[in-house]
């Protein structure tokens, strides 16, 4: 007997299974984008690199990350779309076992670019086959499936500490995140693919306006950006200012990727309640306050702990919320999910690298000055698009 299927109907059954499977799934990509900061000062041993050379694996991994996004987003209009997210997964999961082997940077950087594009494509298919599943009701579920995304990058640095606990390198640790790639892949090529919404069925009608895109496009950038520079960058700031070692610092970005897991949780009831809008608000008067509580007192340990928790508390719903705002006011297809994440790519490519070369040359400080400027041009941006949904009457 099946308690799950004898309960609810078919048709319930299937949506559920189908998004388990994609929660399983984006705890790989949170693995994935929480690996490369913890690592990196072992990366830079690994290839005999300075700083601003080693930051380039941030660069090369958000533009595979921009072409996966692009390239799935096409693959998921055509293509049955859990076939392109196991692609995703193997792939990620070979590349993964490669990253402690290569002694070279340009063909570290190359491992890193197709890492990239496996979590790009498999970024756009759980956020776009989850829409599809759900339709206009996908905001508490969207909150979940970046709950699991946030479960993975919690545990990947834990598992990366604990791992160079036991061998004193990387290896092990890699190979473990590569085998935790994989769970996902059996159970969805059991299940069928959704296929897409119209835009009638998910209650909007027309084309696309080109501002509904690339507004939450460009908001999309500038989060990732500050997200990613944030659990990039924040333990090699910590160990630099000399706020902790090595293995502590591993656990600070432990914690910020763990805070953004639980602000996850706690806005799944959240947004089965409030606007979208209202929760990106609050989201980013959060980060605002906790980038300046560590500006404020940047020698102090409790201040660099408790703003590191307040800014994953505050980024936990920007971006499920960016895509359930969108998906209110049009028809999201794979082609529109992959131009958001490659926004959101972009700007992965961007913050992290630009922190990278001048960290060395300005200082650490010059981290938490990227991050404040890069939410300020977010809540900008977020401002005109509410303005915009109000001028064409969809507030």
């Given at each position: 007997m099946n308690l799950l299927t004898?309960?609810?109907?078919?048709?319930?059954?299937?949506?559920?299974?189908?998004t388990i499977g994609y929660f399983i799934a984006f705890i790989a990509v949170g693995l994935m984008a929480a690996a490369l900061g913890p690592t990196l000062l072992d990366l830079s041993k690994q290839t005999r690199t300075e700083w601003d050379e080693i930051a380039i694996l941030f660069t090369v991994h958000a533009l595979g990350y921009f072409i996966?996004?692009?390239?799935?987003?096409?693959?998921?209009?055509?293509?049955p779309g859990h076939r392109v997210m196991v692609g995703g997964l193997i792939t990620m999961a070979i590349?993964?076992?490669?990253?402690?082997?290569?002694?070279?940077?340009?063909?570290?950087?190359?491992?890193?670019?197709?890492?990239?594009?496996?979590?790009?494509?498999?970024?756009?298919?759980?956020?776009?086959?989850?829409?599809?599943?759900?339709?206009?009701?996908?905001?508490?579920y969207m909150n979940g499936l970046h709950f699991f995304f946030g479960v993975g990058a919690f545990l990947a640095p834990i598992i990366i500490a604990q791992a160079m606990g036991i061998s004193g390198d990387i290896v092990l640790a890699y190979w473990a995140l590569a085998i935790l790639m994989?769970?996902?892949?059996?159970?969805?090529?059991?299940?069928?693919?959704?296929?897409?919404?119209?835009?009638?069925?998910?209650?909007?009608?027309?084309?696309?306006?080109?501002?509904?895109?690339?507004?939450?496009?460009?908001?999309?950038?500038?989060?990732?950006g500050a997200e990613l520079a944030f659990g990039g960058w924040i333990s090699t700031y910590a160990v630099t200012l000399g706020l902790e070692?090595?293995?502590?610092?591993?656990?600070?970005?432990?914690?910020?990727?763990?805070?953004?897991?639980?602000?996850?949780?706690l806005t799944i009831p959240l947004a089965a309640r409030f606007r979208p809008r209202w929760l990106l608000l609050v989201s980013f008067i959060g980060c605002l306050v906790s980038a300046g509580v560590i500006m404020l007192w940047p020698s102090s340990v409790e201040a660099l702990w408790l703003g590191t928790l307040g800014m994953g508390l505050s980024m936990a719903s920007i971006f499920p919320s960016t895509f359930s705002l969108a998906g209110r006011h049009m028809a999201?297809?794979?082609?529109?999910?992959?131009?958001?994440?490659?926004?959101s790519s972009a700007g992965g490519m961007t913050v992290p690298l630009l922190i990278g070369q001048l960290f060395e040359g300005v200082g650490p400080q010059v981290t938490m000055y990227?991050?404040?400027i890069t939410i300020i041009l977010g809540i900008g941006i977020f401002a005109a698009w509410m303005a915009y949904l109000a001028r064409v009457g969809e507030g």
């Amino acid at each position: 007997m099946n308690l799950l299927t004898d309960s609810i109907s078919p048709e319930h059954a299937d949506r559920t299974y189908k998004t388990i499977g994609y929660f399983i799934a984006f705890i790989a990509v949170g693995l994935m984008a929480a690996a490369l900061g913890p690592t990196l000062l072992d990366l830079s041993k690994q290839t005999r690199t300075e700083w601003d050379e080693i930051a380039i694996l941030f660069t090369v991994h958000a533009l595979g990350y921009f072409i996966g996004s692009l390239l799935g987003g096409r693959l998921y209009d055509r293509m049955p779309g859990h076939r392109v997210m196991v692609g995703g997964l193997i792939t990620m999961a070979i590349m993964m076992i490669l990253v402690p082997l290569i002694p070279r940077l340009p063909l570290l950087a190359i491992v890193w670019l197709i890492l990239g594009v496996g979590s790009g494509a498999l970024d756009v298919g759980g956020n776009t086959l989850l829409i599809w599943v759900h339709g206009r009701q996908v905001g508490p579920y969207m909150n979940g499936l970046h709950f699991f995304f946030g479960v993975g990058a919690f545990l990947a640095p834990i598992i990366i500490a604990q791992a160079m606990g036991i061998s004193g390198d990387i290896v092990l640790a890699y190979w473990a995140l590569a085998i935790l790639m994989l769970p996902a892949v059996p159970w969805l090529l059991r299940l069928p693919s959704p296929k897409p919404l119209s835009a009638a069925e998910n209650g909007q009608a027309g084309k696309a306006k080109p501002l509904l895109i690339l507004l939450p496009a460009l908001l999309l950038f500038l989060y990732v950006g500050a997200e990613l520079a944030f659990g990039g960058w924040i333990s090699t700031y910590a160990v630099t200012l000399g706020l902790e070692d090595a293995i502590s610092a591993a656990y600070l970005t432990s914690a910020f990727w763990g805070a953004l897991t639980v602000g996850r949780l706690l806005t799944i009831p959240l947004a089965a309640r409030f606007r979208p809008r209202w929760l990106l608000l609050v989201s980013f008067i959060g980060c605002l306050v906790s980038a300046g509580v560590i500006m404020l007192w940047p020698s102090s340990v409790e201040a660099l702990w408790l703003g590191t928790l307040g800014m994953g508390l505050s980024m936990a719903s920007i971006f499920p919320s960016t895509f359930s705002l969108a998906g209110r006011h049009m028809a999201i297809t794979g082609q529109i999910s992959g131009y958001f994440l490659a926004g959101s790519s972009a700007g992965g490519m961007t913050v992290p690298l630009l922190i990278g070369q001048l960290f060395e040359g300005v200082g650490p400080q010059v981290t938490m000055y990227a991050i404040m400027i890069t939410i300020i041009l977010g809540i900008g941006i977020f401002a005109a698009w509410m303005a915009y949904l109000a001028r064409v009457g969809e507030g």
